[in-house]
C-alpha cells in the first residue's frame, strides 16, 4: 500500500510533506472560497443592493481574511522545503530554471493583501458599492491567479524534462496542460465545505464567548438573520460537496488509463475510501442545517473528522497521482542522503523558542481579551 512500499526515508518525507501540505491546504480553502464569496456578495450589493441576511458572514470574513492569507502563506513553506527533497530535479531545478513566472506569484500576493486590509478599513463603508464589488473580484482574481500557478506548476513538474526545457526556453508565460481545468475546478469546489465548517466554528466560539452577555440575536429578526446565515453555510457546504464529487469525477475521465488504473488499484483503496466516507460524513453533518438548525458541537466535531478524512484522502490519491509519473525510486538515495544529515537538536531548540514564544503571545491576547471584555 502506498507510501509503504517505499524505504523509511521516503515514507519519512512523504509524510512530513503530507501532513503540512494539509495544514496548507486548509487555509488556502478559506482564502479561496472566502474571497469567492464577498467578491460574490460585492458585486450582488452593487447591482441590487445590501443583502441583509447575508452582512454578517460577510463581514466575519472581511475581518478575518488577512489573517488566513498570512496563515496560508506561512503553513506553505514547510511542503515548499519537503518537495524539494522529495522530487528535487523536476520540482526543484525546473523552478529555478522557470524563476520569472513562479515568482510573479509574490506580487500578485503583496497587492492581495493591502487590498484585504483595505477592505476591512475604517474606509470601506465611504467606497461606493461599485468600487467594493471591483476590488473585492480583485481580490478573487489574485486567489484565482495563484491557485492557478500552483496547479500549473504541478502539472509540469508532473512532465519530463523536455517539456519543461521547452517551456523555459520559450517565450510563453503560460504553460497550459490538458489536466489543469478540471484539476484546478476539484481544489476550487472542495474550498466551499472547509470554508463553512470553519466559519460554523467561529460562530460556535463566539456564541460560547457571548454566553453570559446580551445575545445580538434575541428579537424576531435577529433569530431569522441567524437561520438564514446557518442555511447559507449548509447550502455553501453540500453544493461544494457535491460539485467537488462531479469534477472530481469529470477530472478521473480526463487522466491517462494507467494513472486511473492506480487510483482505484488496492494500494489507493484506503485513502479512496477515506475521501467517499469524508464526504458522506459531511453531508450527513450539515443535512438538519439545511432548515436552518444551527450546529451543535457533536455536529461540528464529527463533522470535522469527516473533513479531514476527505481532505487527508485526497492529498494522499493527489500523491498517488504524482509517482505515477514520476518514479519517487530514482530520488530514494537523496531521501537517504537527506535523513542522514543532522541537525535535530538545532531544530528541537528553536522548536521550544518558537513554541514558548507563541504560548506567550495567546496568552497575553487572552488575558487582553479578558480585561477588556464587558462585565
Ligand atoms: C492564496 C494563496 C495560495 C493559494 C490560493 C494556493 C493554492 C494552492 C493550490 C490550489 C495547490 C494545489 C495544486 C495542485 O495540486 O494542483 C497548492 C499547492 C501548494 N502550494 Fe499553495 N497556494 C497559495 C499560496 C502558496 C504560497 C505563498 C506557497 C509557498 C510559500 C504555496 C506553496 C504550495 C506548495 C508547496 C504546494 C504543493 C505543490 C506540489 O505538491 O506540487 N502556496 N496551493
Known amino acids: 500500500m502506498f507510501p509503504f512500499d517505499h524505504s523509511a526515508a521516503t515514507i519519512f518525507y512523504l509524510l512530513l510533506y503530507g501532513i503540512t501540505l494539509v495544514l496548507h491546504v486548509l487555509p488556502m480553502n478559506y482564502v479561496l472560497a472566502g474571497s469567492t464569496?464577498?467578491?460574490?456578495y460585492g458585486v450582488w450589493e452593487a447591482i441590487r443592493g445590501p443583502v441583509e441576511s447575508q452582512r454578517s458572514l460577510a463581514a466575519v470574513l472581511?475581518?478575518?481574511?488577512?489573517?488566513?492569507?498570512?496563515v496560508t502563506i506561512t503553513a506553505a513553506v514547510a511542503?515548499?522545503?519537503f518537495l524539494q527533497i522529495l522530487y528535487q530535479k523536476p520540482f526543484y531545478t525546473a523552478n529555478l530554471l522557470l524563476f520569472n513566472r513562479w515568482m510573479a506569484i509574490l506580487p500578485v500576493l503583496i497587492i492581495a493583501f493591502y487590498l484585504l486590509y483595505l477592505q476591512k478599513s475604517k474606509l470601506w463603508p465611504k467606497f461606493s458599492s461599485q468600487t467594493r464589488a471591483a476590488v473585492s473580484s480583485g481580490i478573487l482574481a489574485s486567489f484565482g491567479f495563484v491557485a492557478w500557478s500552483w496547479t500549473e506548476n504541478h502539472l509540469l513538474s508532473l512532465r519530463d524534462q523536455a517539456t519543461w526545457s521547452a517551456v523555459f526556453a520559450?517565450?510563453?508565460?503560460?504553460?497550459?496542460?490538458?489536466?489543469?481545468?478540471?484539476?484546478l475546478l476539484v481544489w476550487y469546489a472542495g474550498a466551499f465545505p472547509i470554508l463553512a465548517l470553519a466559519l460554523a466554528w467561529q460562530r460556535h466560539f463566539s456564541d460560547v464567548s457571548n454566553a453570559s452577555g446580551p445575545t445580538p440575536a434575541d428579537d424576531s429578526e435577529g433569530v431569522e438573520v441567524e437561520r438564514s446565515t446557518t442555511r447559507t453555510l449548509a447550502i455553501m457546504a453540500i453544493t461544494g460537496l457535491g460539485a467537488a464529487v462531479v469534477a472530481g469525477g469529470g477530472y478521473y475521465w480526463y487522466l491517462e488509463s494507467e494513472i486511473r488504473i492506480q487510483l482505484v488499484s488496492w494500494e489507493s483503496a484506503p485513502y479512496l475510501a477515506a475521501a467517499i466516507v469524508g464526504i458522506g460524513v459531511q453531508i450527513a453533518g450539515w443535512r438538519r442545517s439545511l432548515g436552518g438548525e444551527k450546529m451543535s458541537r457533536l455536529r461540528l466535531l464529527t463533522t470535522?473528522?469527516?473533513?479531514?478524512?476527505?481532505?487527508?484522502?485526497?492529498t494522499t490519491l493527489r500523491e498517488v497521482r504524482r509517482v505515477a509519473s514520476i518514479n519517487l525510486l530514482d530520488h530514494a538515495g537523496l531521501h537517504e542522503a537527506a535523513a542522514k544529515i543532522g541537525g535535530?537538536?538545532?531544530f528541537l531548540v528553536f522548536f521550544a523558542v518558537n513554541f514558548s514564544a507563541i504560548a506567550l503571545v495567546v496568552r497575553a491576547v487572552r488575558r487582553g481579551l479578558h480585561e477588556n471584555s464587558p462585565r
Not at 470535522?304 to 485526497?314: D, E, F, R
Request: hydrophobic letters at 55%; aromatic letters at 10%; glycine letters at 10%.
Open 304 to 314: 470535522s473528522v469527516g473533513a479531514l478524512m476527505a481532505v487527508g484522502g485526497a
Open 170 to 183: 520559450s517565450p510563453k508565460w503560460f504553460y497550459h496542460d490538458r489536466e489543469l481545468m478540471p484539476r
Open 37 to 40: 464569496y464577498l467578491a460574490a
Open 344 to 346: 535535530l537538536g538545532v
Open 79 to 81: 511542503p515548499l522545503l
Open 62 to 70: 472581511r475581518d478575518v481574511m488577512p489573517i488566513a492569507l498570512a
